[in-house]
Nanobody, 118 residues
């Protein structure tokens, strides 16, 4: 079955950096667009960054543009999110998602917690 496993979350001070990863299995990774989403307490889940299946195109939420970078390694079935200049507002559970819109498939990971202290 399909599994997406996030890792790398933790506690970091404001202004610090953190890298999170999402390892995928059970799917043809290179056929899926990958995205990172986050959900803070009492808030709706929001899209943070997305990368196309071949890694050629990326897009970011305005709130993280210039501070976060999404990349992928199709040989390792892994997508990454590098986060710099972190702010307390970035505190949330971070989820990765695999999407293959042509066939209507999407899968979610369980999430990894990122906490930024002020």
């Amino acid at each position: 079955q399909v599994q997406l496993v996030e890792s790398g979350g933790g506690l970091v001070q404001s202004g610090g950096s953190l890298n999170v990863s999402c390892a995928a299995s059970g799917l043809t990774f290179s056929s899926y667009a990958m995205s990172w989403h986050r959900q803070a307490p009492k808030k709706t889940r929001e899209l943070v960054a997305i990368i196309t299946s071949d890694g050629g195109v990326t897009n970011y939420a305005n709130a993280v543009k210039g501070r976060f970078t999404i990349t992928r390694d199709n040989a390792k079935n892994t997508v990454y999110l590098q986060m710099y200049s972190l702010k307390p507002d970035d505190t949330a559970m971070y989820y990765c998602k695999a999407s293959r819109r042509a066939v209507g498939y999407e899968y979610w990971g369980q999430g990894t917690q990122v906490t930024v202290s002020s």
